[in-house]
Structure formats: C-alpha cells, structure tokens
C-alpha cells in the first residue's frame, strides 16, 4: 500500500512529491521500479528545502536527470529522488561569450542556444543524451573535446540546501569525471568560442549525422554501458571478445554500437545487470582490458 501522505517524511512539501512514482519512464532504457518520492520542486527555495529536509533526517537524495545513463532496480529506489525539470532549473541565457544554463537543460538545447548565438566549441557533443547536470558530473565528451574545458563557474546547493559557487580554479575534470560531488548541481557558466554560424552548424550536422549512424536506433530502448578506456574503443573490444551478438533474457547488445545495451519491452533489471556482466568478464578474458560501466546502478 502506497504511504498515505500525512506520513511520508516529506510530507511539508506534499505540493511536489509523488509517492511510489514509476521512475522506468523517465530513463533510456525503461527499466525500473518506483521512487518512494518523486520530488519536481519548482523553485530553488523549494529545492533548498527539500535537500536540507532530506539531510537533517537522514532521508536517501537521488537526483534524476535526462536518464541516459540510469539503470534503476526493479523493486525501486528508497528516498527522495529530485527531478529538476521546472523551467526555474531549465533556462539557458547568452550574454557575449558566456552561456548560462540550469542543471536540469537538455544538453541538446544548450547546444542549440550556444550555436543560435554563434557560439562555438560543444558541437562534437551534439547527440549525446543527458541533462547539464549530468554531463557535468561525468564531464561528457569525446576525443575532440570535453565539456569541462569550457567551464567558468559552477553553482550548487550543499547538504544545508546553501546556494555555494564552485569557481573555475576550484572544479577539475578529467576523462569521464569531475570532482563536482556536491549533493546537487543547480547551473553553470559556459565561456565559448564566436564563430559564424553557418560554420557551426555544419559542423553540428556532420557531428550529429556521425552519431546517429553508430548509435542504438531512437525507437530503441537503450543505453550505454561502458565507457571507452583511454585510447580505445569498448565497442571494438566487445566485437574482438566475440560479443555483439550476445544477450540476456530481453537484454541485448546492440548491432550499431556493441558499447549499448538495447532492452526489449519486458526487460528486467536484472537482465541487463547479466549482460553487462557476461560481456565484461568475455572482454576480460580475451582482451585483458577490464571495461568500466558508463552505466549507474540505483
């Protein structure tokens, strides 16, 4: 039986909490059980409250963004997980060189903003899934570029729920990470390069057309699974341990990109977990390279 809502340790902030809420919807690869609360505050005061609230009674904090790269167990998430998609966590604004964007943007549309302005640099990213927040803390990117690199500031709010300002010489990035543990991002100031825009937006279609063709296709329930280690490929690496083909229950690797994982309707958890496994100790065994999930376990 779903909390009644006089009892649940939210219950102050009934206004925008959903309990035992589906979180499958909300993810790539549809997958998953309920969050016990769902939170989608609309206003960093809410926000602040609710991290604080969450802090001080000891109440599990999960920030859900685009969902590319969430693999969420069947049985659900305890807790609260926040989902930032109100416009007060969503807007993106130009001013020169420098972008702003809230944590809970598409990456997508901060690219398209950036290159509406004639603001270079991000193209390459062009395709990637994912919120700003979620790109930050893993600092997406591929070989011609990182998103870290453009970073000037950071804001966050802290376990007392504190708006706090990460400056530049306080943020490191590295391949596939960032020291950005903060419990959770709130925007980010962007400083890129002008060019016209007639050349970024070729270079933005060329990008986007090269992406597209190795990636999982859009009806496709999918998500990627591993990264590539520094200097190689995970999908190469999945073919030479003889892996593209493999699968698990509903859980398959997919034929464009063997680093994805593509689930079929009725895939659990669980299959996925095996895949990814199997496919792991394969390339192991045959390459010696031990592949790293690109993936998140909830």
Known sequence: MPDAPAQHPLAEFADIVKLNEPLGPFTYLKIGGPAQMLVQPRTVEELSGVVRTCFQKKIPLRVLGGGGNVLIK????????????????????????????????????????????????LETLVGI????????????????????????LVEVLDEKGQVQVRERDELRFAHRWSNLD?????????????????AIVKRLRKAWISRKANQPLTFQAAGR????????????????AGQTSAHVGGAEVSERDASFCVAQP?????????????????????????????????
């Open 74 to 121: 069947d049985e659900g998430v305890r807790g609260a997980v926040l989902r930032l998609s109100e416009a007060a966590f969503t807007q993106i604004t130009v001013q020169d060189k420098r972008v702003r964007a809230g944590a809970g943007a598409a990456l997508s549309a901060f690219i398209s903003e950036a290159a509406r302005h004639g603001l270079a640099g």
């Open 129 to 152: 899934p994912g919120s700003i927040g979620g790109a930050l803390r893993c600092n997406t990117g591929d070989r011609s570029g990182e998103i870290g690199q453009y970073v000037r």
């Open 182 to 198: 903060d419990p959770v991002l709130l925007a980010a100031e962007f400083e890129l390069e002008p060019d016209q825009v007639d």
């Open 225 to 240: 699974m591993f990264k590539d280690p520094r200097g190689l490929s995970a999908s190469a690496l999945i073919a030479q």
């Open 266 to 298: 009725g895939t659990s958890y669980r299959d996925v977990l095996r895949l990814m496994d199997l496919v792991r100790s394969q390339v192991k065994e045959k390459t010696g390279v031990d592949l790293e999930l690109e993936i998140t376990l909830w």
